[in-house]
């Protein structure tokens, strides 16, 4: 039942044409991501050629090749931004069109009189959701391994590894998005209300926690002093320790890490900024599966 | 009368302080075609939806051929076709797809082999590679019975199967209905305002009113009972006015 349902969402989403544009999208993203890395690598190696010679000329030294103490996967790092901003756009939308068009339909009325339970519903729908994501970003990652042949000529089976795990966790990432679509639809009536709700969610999480759990005190960069006089600190020193809150900083820290773009970070701590993202995954799923349980199926379909 | 395929026992349902459903006793025998009557909001739909797994009752009891409709929901699914009022299906898919998708949902086999019959009895196999987005209210409506039987149910609720429908779209519909009650024996579940097609169509009716079943019997027996009244409206009429 759970692959018929995921199923058939995968020819709905093919046939509205939302897998497309979403691909389309993803896709272009990521050969900007690609361009932009080729760019500023080929103006930079331009510059170095240029001072070699003027190096060469006055008989001293050449410096080292810049890009030569830079990883490879570095040409990918716009892609750590336009993940949580783009994809996760892109994901929520996914989840939204999952739920919200059986719902206006009334096709629950039809369904849930049928052999199929709530719960493979909802887990039919989360596949589908996932499954478009996952291929999604497999059009990304031949996407950046085209990029990459194109500026570095080799790519080894080194940076091969950490391109599947950035996508990997860029997945797990995006899924957590899906599944704030599918709740909010769920949680409320109206499906512009949903896809509103699910925008200020994703706001929040991208734009609104960061900031409060980033321990940044907003008087330090006017005023350069540790402890300005009169003014309580407990706000920021128990913020500062918050930032696991934060899966999109996490993720950032985690994608950051996994391409090398970033200052090395041990394994150990790599694998636990990803933590985060995986409970707020795990605890939305639940959710999702409490919620459809009490969802009124029952209404006919509406004319919003 | 025969045995009984759906039987409510003291069924009640209440959204939040409304008693919508009040201690309804009801018993509709084996290939009757049974018409639920009522004004708007007497509960006919939420007894539907009861009957139908949709909905819990809050109080009483309903089965279907002795399936408890809350405990034994998988069996009550296999047995029941729904056609509900207003019905939309995929628009980006088409008929035949539709079809195929839900007979999988009710655990058919042989999915594709199911629709296609299905279109082929109803006489609308034109319509299976149709996208169900272009069809008019009529054409819906029969691919909407298409699916409530393509897994050959037991029992058939239809709620307010005419609405919408021109007077050829009711014709058609009586008619869709009395062959699936002929040739499979299908008992029919119908909730409705057209009096007229009650009379042409059901074999016993119910009235419900705020809520109460205040009448129940077969309509040949109905029609001796107020020999003074000339059609069911004025009988309908009638019962409404006793009971009040």
């Known amino acids: 039942m759970i692959g ?101 339909k009334g096709m629950g009325r039809l369904l849930f009189t049928r052999q199929v339970t709530r719960t493979q519903y909802a887990l039919g729908k989360v596949l589908a959701a996932t499954r478009f994501l996952a291929l999604t970003l497999v059009g990304c990652g031949v996407v ?44 409320t009536r109206r499906r512009s209300l949903a896809l509103l709700s699910a925008i200020g969610v994703w706001l929040v999480i991208t734009f609104v926690v960061p900031q409060f759990t980033s321990g940044l005190r907003p008087t330090q960069s006017l005023n350069p002093l540790t402890e300005p006089a009169g003014t309580s600190q407990a706000f920021f020193r128990v913020t500062q320790h918050a930032q696991p809150l934060s899966i999109v900083e996490q993720y950032k820290t985690a994608a950051g890490n996994i391409l090398g773009t970033s200052p090395t970070s041990p394994t150990t701590e790599t694998v636990l900024t990803i933590v985060p993202t995986l409970i707020a995954g795990f605890g939305l799923l639940v959710l999702v599966l409490w919620r459809i349980q009490r969802h009124d199926y029952a209404r006919s379909a509406s004319d919003e | 009368m025969s045995e009984p395929v759906i039987e409510l026992q003291g069924l009640q349902h209440r959204y939040d302080t409304d008693l919508v459903l009040r201690d309804v006793d009801l018993s509709i025998g084996e290939g009757e075609i049974f018409g639920f009557l009522g004004h708007n909001g007497a509960g006919k739909t939420t007894a539907m939806n009861i009957l139908t797994t949709l909905l819990e009752p809050t109080g009483g009891t309903a089965t279907i051929c002795g399936y408890d409709v809350v405990t034994d929901r998988r069996e009550v699914t296999r047995l029941i076709g729904y056609l509900p009022a207003d019905v939309r299906m ?31 009895y109803l006489g609308c ?120």
Request: glycine fraction near 8%; aromatic fraction near 6%; proline fraction near 4%.
């Open chain 1, 4 to 104: 018929t349902i995921a199923s058939q969402q995968s020819l709905l989403l093919r046939r509205q044409h939302v897998a497309l544009v979403g691909l389309i999208t993803m896709l272009a993203v990521t050969a900007i991501a690609g361009v932009l890395g080729w760019s500023s690598h080929h103006t930079i190696v331009r510059v170095f050629d240029q001072a070699v010679r003027l190096q060469a000329a006055a008989g001293q030294p050449a410096p080292p090749n810049p890009f030569l103490l830079k990883p490879n996967l570095s040409l990918l790092s716009n892609m750590v931004v336009y993940i949580p901003l783009i994809g996760a756009l892109l994901a929520l939308v996914v989840g939204h069109l999952s739920m919200v068009d059986d719902q206006s």
């Open chain 1, 144 to 187: 950046s391994i085209v990029a990459l042949l194109a500026v570095n000529r080799t790519l080894g089976s080194s940076d091969l590894g950490r391109l599947t795990g950035f996508y990997v966790l860029s997945w797990a990432y995006l899924a957590v998005f899906v599944l704030v679509g599918i709740l909010t639809a769920l949680l």
């Open chain 2, 90 to 120: 995929y628009g980006h898919m088409s008929a035949a797809e539709n079809l195929e998708f839900l007979a999988k949902l009710s655990g058919v086999p042989d999915a594709r082999a199911a629709a296609r019959e299905t279109l082929e």
């Open chain 2, 125 to 244: 196999a034109d319509l299976a590679k149709r996208r169900v987005g272009t069809f008019s209210t009529g054409m819906r409506q029969r691919i909407g019975i298409a699916q409530a039987i393509v897994h050959r149910p037991h029992v058939l609720f239809l709620d307010e199967p005419t609405s919408g429908l021109d007077p050829m779209g009711v014709r058609q519909l009586r008619e869709t209905v009395l062959q699936l009650n002929r040739d499979l024996g299908m008992t029919v579940f119908m909730n409705t305002h057209q009096l007229n097609e009650v009379s042409k169509v059901c074999t016993t009716i119910g009235v419900l009113n705020h809520g109460e079943l205040i009448y129940n019997d077969s309509i040949e027996a109905t029609m001796r009972r107020f020999p003074d009244e000339a059609s069911l409206e004025d009988i309908y009429v009638r019962v409404g006015d006793l009971a009040s």
